[in-house]
């Protein structure tokens, strides 16, 4: 159950609302939700007392400050913010020029890493001309081999931000740690939580406290349940601008970096209102590769791309094998973009509605029927 509460709701009114949770003993948690007060409550219902229970909720739909009560199905318990059925409309994250989700297609690029001055800034001024609007770069970078490069650190950060200051393109930049979030998060505009992170709980709470956007990757050996849950993490602690981002998963397969999992595409369409882009370039983890990924992710109805683009791709510190020179960033843009529009991406999305009821949801006593049965089909 989501309860929302209006916006003008009291303090004293959401008490109560909350002291009725207590005399029903039913576990709850309170968060900020879209700009209004929620609380998501974890209830199975026991089919011996529906009456009883479709009661409850009938006359708390009624409390003053209350303004609607979604019943969420058993299967999104665990992820119920995150949850298809918890919004009216998909989510669009917006920040200066960069807008993802609902029907908002957006290409982020830049390297791997941070290297200097002169090769972020001319990537940042070469990609914005391209036709991206966010650069993307990481300053704290997770690697496999601790010899390998760590990044420039809060020196990258301020690199990113005079590529900022350049361009105008917002910066996407990951944090590793709950301790470097409150850094990271002075300077970057989206907060990168990388696919080794996916599962790092405090990591994800540190998250749920910013106030700016987050780009959380899957973990590549997470399900698409436990790549949700992580996201719950992150608007459980109140920040409901969560962009998904599809990297790549581990498989059988070694001739690939990672294998692209683009059917998480439609079914996350299905299950969430959170935008999702695609990342070709660690999926695939080869330059050639990346722009037909690139352009499938596209037809397949991600909300945007995450690309790595190098000046001297055969130089770069990291990731040099998936990333792009400027030339065929530009020209994959340009067929994204053309592909964008021919595929009616909103048309295609309406159809993953299909049989979904997305109609706004009150416990009458039919619909906790309905509840039930689904509840007992999945136990
Ligand atoms: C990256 O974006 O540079 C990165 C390290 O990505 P991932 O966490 O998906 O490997
Ligand atoms: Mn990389």
Redesign the pocket.
Known sequence: MLIRMKKEATADQISFVKSQMDERTLEFYQTVFWGQEVLVVQESFDSSKLHDASLFWASLLEVSGVEEILVIPPRDHQRTLTSYYAKKERTKVEIGPLAVGNGHYAIIGGP?TVENEEQLVETAKSVKKSGASGLRG?AYK?RTSPYAFQGMREEGLKLLAKAREATGLPIVT?AMTPEELPLVAQYADVV?I???NMQNYRLLEGAGKLRIPVLL?RGFSATIDEFLMAAEYILLGGNDQVILCE?GIRTFENDTRFTLALGAVPLLKGRTHLPIIV?PS?ATGYYKHVPAMAAAATAAGADGLLIEVHPDPQKALC?GRQSLTFEEFEQTVVACKKIREIVNVTDLISKYDTGVDRERVIPVPHRLESYIQAQNAMS
């Open positions: 791997c990481g997770p990951e990168q990388g696919t080794r990757k990297r990342d660690h990731d």
